[in-house]
DNA sequence: CATGATACATACTTTAGGGTAAGTACTTGT
DNA sequence: ACAAGTACTTACCCTAAAGTATGTATCATG
């Protein structure tokens, strides 16, 4: 998590935006690159990190865990550990998590509507 | 439009994203602190460049047209503009932009219940 | 004659996020 | 004794996106 330099008007701004702009709200949460698919991968269970990782090839592992730790942090995903070695750590997703799902049904819907042309764009 | 360096592993990365995951390439539409509010000001009617300007008065007039570009050149809204001076611009949803408000109305619906702590994260 | 309103454009700077590379701790297998 | 697998961490670099500031053309109005 990279440190973050308080009053910057970007900083600011996205304040701004997040208190007028639910949408914004969202994207907070699962923009970045890899989140989206992070979640995909969770959708049909939950995973081990490594199991993660070998089904997300072109990640590396900072971002992999900067962004699990980030959506632990904004409570969509929940990490379990047992206290075993070699670790065994799993990733599942919380009702929160679930409840996106939906929302990234619609904007896949769009996405291949979009794809096949459906809007002559 | 900033110029785009072609060969930067994050660019790379991006092009994955996108055509891995629909989600991502939603995000590329509508990602950007100011794209989300100006598609909402847009969903109720069609706006003026100036009108939409006074509506956000946060964003500054390089980031409000730079936006606008982008949904323009991604299909997303129609510009028209009368050639009489002073100028007359309008900007409009599409077809396609309006096929989005779902998708945002599904992201305000999370937004929301998270705000109301339906999911007590 | 200069000010205001319209809809932009453009040069320059800052910063948040992403990427690279390397290291850590602990155990099992060879 | 050394590599491999587990799940991370940390220091440093690079860039895309956001922001600042200023300029442009045209006309109407006081």
Redesign the pocket.
């Known amino acids: 998590?990279?440190?973050?330099?308080e009053?910057?008007?970007?900083?600011?701004?996205?304040q701004y935006a997040l208190e007028k702009c639910p949408v914004t709200f969202v994207m907070?949460k699962i923009?970045?690159?890899?989140?989206p698919i992070i979640l995909y991968h969770l959708s049909t269970g939950d995973k081990?990190?490594?199991?993660l990782?070998r089904a997300i090839p072109?990640?590396?592992?900072?971002?992999?865990?900067?962004?699990?730790?980030q959506l632990e942090a904004d409570g969509l995903v929940i990490?379990e550990?047992k206290p075993v070695?070699?670790?065994?750590?799993?990733?599942t997703l919380s009702n929160a998590g679930t409840g996106l799902l939906p929302v990234i049904d619609a904007m896949a819907a769009w996405a291949f509507k979009v794809k096949d042309g459906v809007y002559t764009i």
């Not at 910057?8 to 996205?14: A, D």
């Not at 072109?58 to 865990?65: F, G, N, Q, R, S």
């Open positions: 998590m990279t440190a973050i330099k009053s910057s008007t970007i900083q600011e701004n996205k907070e923009g970045g690159y890899w989140k081990r990190y490594s199991e990782k072109a990640v590396t592992e900072k971002m992999l865990i900067q962004h699990l730790k990490r550990a070695v070699p670790p065994f750590v799993t990733y």
